[in-house]
């Protein structure tokens, strides 16, 4: 609606209302294997459905077709069974360090609605 082009990459089916747009390029495949012939961009979203640690290493990679000072949303996956304690905070930690090698992290929230997931904004160096 504003004119910009997105770039779904998704194995799955897209939502028809989101498929119809013309403004929607869908790419079906797994993000590891679009990152190869990513262009450059200036937004990233990503939702990834894998733990943590395997998202921030796939983040880590997607970081160079950002465009210096393009931003970046995404949530980090915590385990659904009950950690250990204090073992949430040191996942999340260790992830926000290392996207930090890449990113600078603008803020990362754990949303009242969704207790699995750390929402997590980032800025590309």
Known sequence: ERGLRVIAVDPADLDPRVAADRGVTHVRARVEHFLPRA?????????????????VRVLLSAGRFLRPGADALTTLKLPEKAPARGSWPRLVDNALQQLAT????????????????????LRAR
């Not at 262009?39 to 998202?55: H, N, Q, S, W």
């Not at 600078?104 to 997931?117: G, N, P």
């Open 39 to 55: 262009p450059r961009v200036d937004f990233l979203a990503c939702d990834l459905r894998m733990d943590a640690a395997d998202a």
């Open 102 to 121: 890449r990113y600078e992290v603008v803020d990362a929230r754990q949303l009242f609605h969704c207790r699995s997931e750390v929402c997590v904004a």
